[in-house]
T-cell receptor, first 112, second 118 residues
């Protein structure tokens, strides 16, 4: 059974650019959630995808968007990057009724 | 809105001793779940223990146990026989249950940094 994987591990962008982060869910998991963790803070919920549909969204602007694919992998897209978008982005996968979320290692995004 | 509060930014424990990390939460829901996650410097968030609100019995996982006080909305984590590998950030988290039984998103506290002294 493979765990949750994320790519890339690190990346550096400049303000105004666009970025795509990727997540492969754990085998058999059909739900993917994305979280943003600023330095020294707890993770904040961005959105969740279930069966390729957005299934809940946190208090993030529309320039944060996502996709889920038929194999349940997922992408997080951020447009018009701002300095405050610098953070660790965590992906978590689960099954609908499992009541547990398993996290990937995260992607560290730095916006200059 | 649901909130999770961890009032101890940092804690320290001697190796082999016991330490308790505190967490309080606020919710008007009756069906929910509480979690403790560990985040070592490697950044990977690891599930330590889970408590279902409808269960009165406190959850236990090896050296980790919780004290769940539903009326007081308190959920503390006790680590027994602390080991050097327990050093990490510990996050308390809450999630509700969606209509249909699926898990809602996790709401995290700000974390407690645990140091273990040899």
């Amino acid at each position: 059974e493979t765990g949750v994987t994320q790519s890339p591990t690190h990346l550096i962008k400049t303000r105004g650019q666009q970025v795509t982060l990727r997540c492969s869910s754990q085998s058999g998991h059909n739900t993917v959630s994305w979280y943003q963790q600023a330095l020294g803070q707890g993770p904040q919920f961005i959105f969740q995808y279930y069966r390729e549909e957005e299934n809940g969204r946190g208090n993030f602007p529309p320039r944060f968007s996502g996709l889920q694919f038929p194999n349940y992998s997922s992408e997080l897209n951020v447009n018009a990057l701002e300095l405050d978008d610098s953070a660790l982005y965590l992906c978590a996968s689960s099954t609908v009724l499992a009541k547990k979320q398993f996290f990937g290692p995260g992607t560290r995004l730095t916006v200059l | 809105a649901q909130t999770v509060t961890q009032s101890q930014p940092e804690m320290s424990v001697q190796e082999a001793e016991t330490v308790t990390l505190s967490c309080t939460y606020d919710t008007s829901e009756s069906d929910y779940y509480l979690f403790w996650y560990k985040q070592p410097p490697s950044r990977q968030m690891i599930l330590v223990i889970r408590q279902e609100a409808y269960k009165q019995q406190n959850a236990t996982e090896n050296r980790f146990s919780v004290n769940f006080q539903k009326a007081a909305k308190s959920f503390s984590l006790k680590i027994s026989d602390s080991q050097l590998g327990d050093a990490a950030m510990y996050f308390c988290a809450y999630s509700y249950t969606n209509y249909g039984g699926s898990q809602g998103n996790l709401i995290f506290g700000k974390g407690t940094k645990l140091s273990v002294k040899p």
